[in-house]
């Protein structure tokens, strides 16, 4: 955490469930999941935004709503997660199997989370310098998951896009870069699983 952000990395069991209801709209994407692994993941990523979300705020998990929208069908079924009658406060969330991460900011910021034992990104996501980067570490697999969950973060945080993923450098001449677009990116690790934060500076939103 620091003094304009709070963010969690845990395990799904450590989400408490206490007085933080999800919406129709969350319950319904729930149910689609297959695996209960899966579905108990997705909840309590959706109850962890939340508590990031009251800690930053002062106020009660329970009471902040959790809505989704997205930017190209204008669905409310999918897409970009905002808490409901708070545009100046921006969320990020992620599950997998075991792991969940939320992340609540003035500004913009994304989270994601991974397990170590996933298929890495494609080479077509991926630039000339961090495919060697990657190759050229002790573990390489877990080395392009490190690489994956940094530019999933950096574009939920909106720098670049998915279908441009490459475009979205994470590593330079250094190694893995701490700095990206003006966006300060942390790193989390466990046995198993690792997931990186975006958090956008204040200054640059004329907020200092």
Same mark, same amino acid.
């Given at each position: 955490?620091?003094?304009?952000?709070? =963010?969690?990395?845990?395990?799904?069991?450590?989400?408490?469930?206490?007085?933080?209801?999800? @919406?129709?709209?969350?319950?319904?994407?729930?149910?689609?999941?297959?695996?209960?692994?899966?579905?108990?993941?997705?909840?309590?990523?959706?109850?962890?935004?939340?508590?990031?979300?009251?800690?930053?705020? !002062?106020?009660?998990?329970? @009471?902040? *709503?959790?809505?989704?929208?997205?930017? %190209?069908?204008?669905?409310?079924?999918?897409? *970009?997660?905002?808490?409901?009658?708070?545009?100046? *406060?921006?969320?990020?969330?992620?599950?997998?199997?075991?792991?969940?991460? /939320?992340?609540?900011?003035?500004? &913009?910021?994304? #989270?994601?989370?991974?397990?170590?034992?996933?298929?890495?990104?494609?080479?077509?996501?991926?630039?000339?310098?961090?495919?060697? =980067? #990657?190759? @050229?570490?002790?573990?390489?697999?877990?080395?392009? #998951?490190?690489? =994956?969950?940094?530019?999933?973060?950096? #574009?939920?945080? &909106?720098? !670049?896009?998915? %279908?441009?993923?490459?475009?979205?450098?994470?590593?330079?001449?250094? +190694?893995?870069? %701490?700095?990206?677009?003006?966006?300060? *990116?942390?790193? =989390?690790?466990?046995? +198993? /699983?690792? +997931? /990186?934060?975006?958090? +956008?500076?204040? @200054?640059?939103?004329?907020?200092?």
């Amino acid at each position: 955490m620091d003094q304009q952000a709070v =963010w969690r990395f845990v395990p799904v069991a450590e989400v408490g469930d206490a007085l933080v209801a999800l @919406s129709c709209a969350e319950s319904s994407r729930a149910a689609l999941f297959r695996h209960q692994t899966d579905r108990t993941a997705y909840v309590a990523a959706h109850r962890l935004v939340r508590e990031c979300a009251g800690a930053l705020l !002062g106020v009660t998990a329970g @009471s902040l *709503v959790v809505e989704s929208s997205c930017p %190209d069908c204008g669905s409310d079924e999918h897409g *970009v997660p905002r808490l409901a009658g708070r545009g100046d *406060v921006s969320i990020s969330l992620s599950h997998t199997r075991g792991h969940v991460a /939320a992340v609540a900011h003035w500004v &913009g910021c994304g #989270i994601d989370v991974e397990r170590l034992d996933r298929p890495g990104p494609p080479r077509s996501a991926l630039t000339v310098r961090e495919q060697g =980067w #990657i190759d @050229s570490q002790e573990e390489p697999r877990a080395s392009a #998951i490190r690489v =994956w969950v940094r530019k999933e973060a950096l #574009i939920k945080s &909106g720098v !670049g896009t998915l %279908d441009a993923a490459r475009s979205v450098e994470v590593v330079d001449r250094r +190694g893995l870069r %701490d700095t990206v677009n003006r966006k300060v *990116v942390h790193e =989390w690790s466990v046995p +198993g /699983a690792v +997931g /990186a934060v975006a958090l +956008g500076l204040r @200054s640059q939103y004329g907020l200092e």
